[in-house]
Structure formats: C-alpha cells, structure tokens
C-alpha cells in the first residue's frame, strides 16, 4: 500500500509522547517517534535504549516518554539487554506461558557513540545471534550527550570539543566509519540506512520492514543535532534534505545481501550545501582551506560509487 | 529420596541449574567455570530443560542479557569466574539496583593481574559491595544446595536482589565428591515457578525500568536496596530451615564447627573449611580446644550473629583468600572485626592473607595458624595483625 503521511499519523497514535527533553531542531526524537509509529497498533513493543541523550532524556524518573515497555541499562549494552529481553520472549512463548496469538516486537535505540563505539561488541553480538529484534542507530556524529566529543561516526575535519580546529590540526583527522557496511557484513535479513526526509517515507517504510522482518535488522538513521553541528535549530529538515541531496547520507538498503539505492538525486549537490550551514565546518571555509572541501567532496564520491557499484554487483542477472 | 552420586563442583552447579529449568541462560566461558555453561548447552541441545540459551560475546553481554531476560519477566541464570565477573562489574551493580533477583554460579578465581587461573576469592571481594546476596559453599553438596535455594532467596518479596552462589575455582569445582542430589520433581516444587509483580512483556501493564535517576530519589531507591539486603537475612533463614525439611541437610548464615566450647578458632569461607575442620579434630585430640566459624552468608553479613559467635573466645584467627591492599587487612577480616566492635566483643582477633592465585592451603598452615592463637592467648597480645600465610619469606 503506498505510504500516506497523514492517513499513518492519523490512524497510528504516537507511542513516544511528548514532554520529553530532547533539544528542539534535534533529529532523534523525529525518528524515534516514526520508527515506533511502524509497530503495529496491536502489537507490543519493548524498547531498550543506550545510555545517551535519548535515554537521559526521555526517562528522567519518575516520568517516561514511552508508552510502550521500556529498559535501559548501560552504554555500551543495548545490543546485548535486549536480546536477553527476547530470548525470554520465545523461551516464554515456546513454554506456553505467553498467549500465542500475541505479538511484542523488540527494537533497540543508540546513538553513534553506544552503537559505532563503546557497544558495537554488544552490538555485533546480538546481530550475529540473529534475535528477532531492530537495532536502530541515530547517528549524530559525535558524542553529544557528554558535550560533543568526537566518534568514529564523526565526519573528517569536523570541529569537536576532542577533536577541535585549532590551528595546526584542523579538526578531526579521521574518516567516518561506514558502520551501515559493517552491519551489511553480519548477512542480516534488512540492513538499511535512511533519515527523516519527504514526509518521512523513507523512514517509516524501511522502520517497517526492519521491524517485521524476522531475525536481526538494523537501521541507520543520520540524526541531525544542532548543538553539536551549530545549524539553526529550525533548519533541521533541510540539513536532512541536504544530507541526502549531497550523496553525503545516501538512502539504500540491503535485503539478503541484494542491494537497493532508495534514492539517486538527478543533480547531485556539491558538499559545500550540506558542509556550510554547520559551524563544526567553520573553519573549512577559511582562505587556504580550499583542499579540505575538495578531499570530502571527494571521499563523498568515492563511497557514493562504491555504493552505485555494489548495487550493480548484487542486482546482476535479475 | 535423595540420589547418591559423585560429581564435581561444576556438574553439581549444572545439575542443579537442569533442575531449576530458569528460561534463559546468557554465559560466556571463562576457566574454571567453563564447564557449567557446557554441560547446560548440552542438557539444551537434548531438550531437557526448557531454557532458551544464549551463548553471547562476552561477560559485559552475558550479565546484560540476564538483566534483559529477567526484566523482561523470565528466570535467568549465568556462570562466570574472575575477569568474567570483572568484566560484568558494571551490570552487576545495574542488576541489584533494577531489583532483579538473577542467580549467578560464581566459581572463585582470582582476578588478573598477573594473569592466573586458580582460585582465591578476590573475584567475589570485588563486588561484595554490589547489592547482591552471596551464599559460599565448603564443597559440591553446598554449591549445589544454594542453588537449589538460590531463586527462593532472591525472588522473595521483601528481598528481590540478584544472589550469587560461590564455589572454590579448581578445589570444588574440578574435584569429585559423593553428592546427594534431590529428584527433580521435588526440586521442581521447592523452586517453585517465578512470578514476577512488574515486567516488560506485560502488555497490560507496560512498564519502564533503568531511569536517569537523579538527586531526587537516587538516594531513596539506594536506600530501599539496603533494607532488602537486610530482610535477606531472614528470608536465608526460613528458607533454609524449609530446605532442611525436604532434605534433613542444616543451613545457617554460618556453620560453627566445634566453636562451642572452643578457646581458639578460625573464621573461613569455601574449602578450606574443610581443611581447617580437619585440623581441628586433631587439636582436638591433643587437647587444644579449637573451633571454625564457617561463613555462609558473606552478604548480607550476619555481623551481629558473628559476633556473638565468637563472643566466648580467647583469639580469633580470620583468614582471607583475597588481599584488600589497604594497610589494614582483607575485607572478611574487616567484616568481622567491625562486626564484633560495633556490638562490644573485645576478643584479640589476627588476620590471614591466605591462598592467592591458587597457593596450596595445607594442614600444617592451619595448624601454625591455631598454634599462633594459642601463643596470643598466652601473651595476650596481638603484634602485627595483618599477616601473610604460606608466603615464601624472601618475598615478604
């Protein structure tokens, strides 16, 4: 059925309420809200979150911003306590002490530092195991709950409160880590990367697939902040936009190893349109700084390519 | 009718954890606890027992996914040993303070580093201030007996706190023993099924467990951990005496061994319990009235009680397998001396370093520890109480 925005916001109540304290311009809660919104409204979901700032913020005792059951334990576990949560699902369910005809389905939140970083063990593990449980990253690119620490989801030469411009080393040195690849080398069912862009299609059909496909998916969701990225908190929609129309965030999925690419912009914009509204790229716009720019817009390519070439790879002889 | 058998520590920690059939087992393998895990992924492999395995990545996976699983409204069990529990240190926190009664086989090693496999207890000393109840065991028979009454303790309502059951790593858990083990139907039925009040596959009642919990009410839920810590005590007791009704085998906090009328004694936990009673029985036929106050329950520590048991001695020998590396003496040590000052027994009490990474304990350290008491009752004076036992001199 094609995806309607206003028909799935009217007919799915939201199941992450508001009175939360995330920041406003935030990209997180927008995609918390549309992935749970993918649940079905008959069926139970339980919900486990890393330690950062979507746990801080949306669970300050004694209020929660979950309607449906929710944990948090650690930072680095989200992976790991929400497959001991559904191991106790089918041990229950296969012992006959959980009514058969209902369903809970089990996804997991994390930002870039709880899932590229500190729980990518956890992380690696569950998704090895295969639970049948989603694993959602939004990605921010920074440790931003302890101030804007950088990752290894960080962009190269982004300016972080660990990796600031100064003036001999312009900002961080190192490549982002492509964790969408490394999900993609576990041969999952549904591994897929999107953002909150054109009323949320994207977004809300791939939560969809992840969360009724069975066994282990996992989500990749670029998740705009704009503390740690200096944007104008009104702007985050566009940021989002950009991301995509810059090939900087490609939107693509990989079902059974086959991939897909959601979406190929027709003018691919130049990365100064996504680098440029961000203050953490400040000092790339310098006089002199020209060969900065030139090297992203060129690792941007390369991983672009690289990505038009695995679609051709898996889609032969179809 | 009990079975009679003769097993190692380890399968009776495998045996018992057949018989309570918990819904989910998370363990990662770690030496000399391995066994247990494997002996459960074959009982699973088989279909004897209902539980759903998960053989994660790694300790930190393991305690978490228990918490996962027992949160989520299941029973949950897990095995581990030094580093491995090391490793889960900040889950295990996590656990007690979500208030899930986990039951853990905790196979004493000591923990790196250097490196080494063999047993002291200095992987238990590290979270003995967790929140969780721990039960040591002298040998198979009580390793396995404090399982079986392990999820009773845990799961009570007024208690609600993980538990851990310590064997020596090695001494126990690779040595076999005759064993009495109990039928499963009856074991079946003194464990009896979890129901938990509150879970996350609740539908009715979705719930929300691990909040940021701030300067508001950390304090009060802190405090709500402690009480639970100390209604264990009594919880230990009754169910105890119920174990001893459908078995006729004795459970305190702590087993006094000859310490009635004894002058000198000897306060231990796990296995050299057993050599230490040995010892005993032969001062004993020399004349030396010497006794043993066996810890059973290390947590909560049954300080008023200790103390009291001790009360009528002369001196008092506490013999740690586990160096607290503070000047001043390992943690049993300090959790009976601190026991008997705070509820005025004044008895010259000495302290032993004992044990570590695996040094054989032999009789005849025993006895020149029960010698040494008898000389501090003859001089009454307690001259450097913080000493090593079976430490080669030139590396004092």
């Known amino acids: 059925m094609a995806y309607n925005m206003k028909k799935v916001i009217a007919e799915t109540p939201s199941r992450f309420t508001e009175g939360h304290r995330m920041c406003a311009g935030c990209g997180a809660p927008v995609v918390a809200r549309m992935v749970m919104r993918a649940v079905k409204t008959e069926d139970h979901a339980v919900v486990a979150c890393a330690t950062g700032c979507m746990e801080v913020s949306t669970f300050i005792y004694p209020y929660t911003a979950w309607t449906d059951s929710f944990i948090h334990t650690a930072f680095e576990c989200a992976g790991a306590t929400l497959s001991g949560a559904e191991a106790a699902y089918k041990s229950l369910k296969r012992q006959g002490k959980l009514p058969e005809d209902e369903h809970t389905k089990f996804i997991a939140f994390g930002g870039d530092g709880g899932t590229y970083d500190i729980g990518i063990q956890s992380l690696s593990g ?13 990605d921010n690119g920074a440790y931003m709950n302890t101030g804007i620490q950088r990752s290894s989801a960080t962009p190269k030469f982004a300016d972080t409160t660990t990796s600031p411009a100064g003036k001999v080393i312009p900002g961080k040195m190192q490549s982002r880590k492509d964790l969408t690849q490394i999900m993609v080398g576990h041969h999952l069912p549904y591994v897929a990367q999107t953002i909150a862009v054109d009323n949320f299609k994207d977004l809300y059909e791939k939560s969809e697939k992840a969360i009724y496909t069975e066994g282990a998916c996992f989500l990749n969701v670029l998740s705009p902040c704009p503390r740690g990225w200096g944007y104008p908190t009104d702007m985050l929609m566009e940021i989002n936009k950009l991301a995509v129309e810059t090939c900087y965030w490609p939107l693509y999925e990989v079902t059974n190893g ?36 030139e090297e992203f817009q060129k690792e941007v390519d390369t991983r672009w390519q690289e990505l038009l070439d695995l679609e051709a790879m898996t889609n032969k002889g179809e | 009718m009990s079975i009679r058998e003769r097993l190692s520590g380890n399968e009776a920690a495998a045996t018992a954890m057949k018989q309570i059939n918990p819904d989910v087992v998370a363990a990662f393998p770690i030496t000399p606890s391995t066994e247990i895990p494997q002996y459960f992924s074959t009982f699973v492999a088989n279909g004897t027992v209902d539980t759903e395995f998960v053989a994660v990545e790694s ?9 996962g699983a027992e949160a989520a409204g299941s029973r949950a069990m897990t095995a581990t040993s030094a580093n491995g529990l090391s490793l889960m240190w900040e889950m295990i926190y996590i656990a007690s303070s979500l208030r899930l009664p986990i039951v853990m086989s905790l196979v004493n090693r000591a923990v790196s580093g250097p490196l080494n496999i063999h047993n002291d207890h200095s992987d238990a000393m590290g979270v003995r201030d967790a929140g969780w109840v721990m039960l040591f065991s002298e040998n198979n028979q009580e390793a396995y007996d404090n399982l079986l009454m392990a999820h009773r303790i845990a799961e009570h309502k007024d208690v609600l706190l993980p538990l851990m059951v310590c064997q020596d790593g090695f001494i126990t858990s690779h040595s076999i023993e005759n064993i ?35 300067q508001s009410h950390l304090f009060e839920h802190k405090a709500q951990q402690a009480n639970a810590m100390r209604n264990a005590k009594n919880v230990i007791l009754e169910v105890s005496k119920e174990f001893e009704k459908m078995t006729g085998r004795k459970y305190g906090l702590f087993e006094e061994y000859k310490l009635d009328d004894a002058e000198i004694a000897i306060v231990c936990m796990n296995s050299t319990a057993g050599t230490t009673k040995f010892v005993i029985d032969n001062l004993r036929e020399k004349g030396v009235k010497a006794g043993l106050l066996k810890i059973r329950v290390y947590r909560p520590f049954p300080g008023e ?74 001089t009454g004076k307690v001259e450097n109480p913080y000493r090593y036992l079976g430490l080669r001199k030139e590396e004092k």
């Open chain 1, 258 to 293: 086959v991939y897909k690419i959601n979406y190929k912009p027709r003018n691919k914009r130049p990365i100064e349109d996504f680098l440029k509204p961000q203050k953490r790229f400040k000092h790339m716009f310098k006089p002199g700084n020209e060969w900065m720019i």
């Open chain 2, 305 to 378: 009680e200790v103390a009291k048991a001790l009360s009528h001695l002369k001196a008092v020998a506490v013999l740690d397998k586990s160096d607290s590396l503070n000047a001043i003496g390992g943690a049993l040590f300090s959790d009976v001396t601190s026991s008997m000052f705070t509820n005025g027994v004044q008895v010259p009490t000495v302290n032993y370093i004992y044990g570590i990474g695996g040094r054989d304990t032999t009789s005849t350290q025993i006895e020149s520890v029960f010698s040494d008491l008898q000389e501090i009752v003859k």
């Open chain 2, 180 to 214: 009495e083990l109990e039928e499963d139907e009856k074991v079946k039925e003194f464990v009896g099924t979890y129901k938990p009040e509150h879970y996350l596959l609740n539908r009715q009642e979705p719930i929300a467990v691990g909040p940021l919990d701030l």
């Open chain 2, 59 to 67: 300790e930190h996976s393991a305690m978490s996914a228990c918490i």
């Open chain 1, 126 to 138: 569950a998704m090895e195991r295969g639970h049948d449980m989603v694993y959602v990253c939004y």
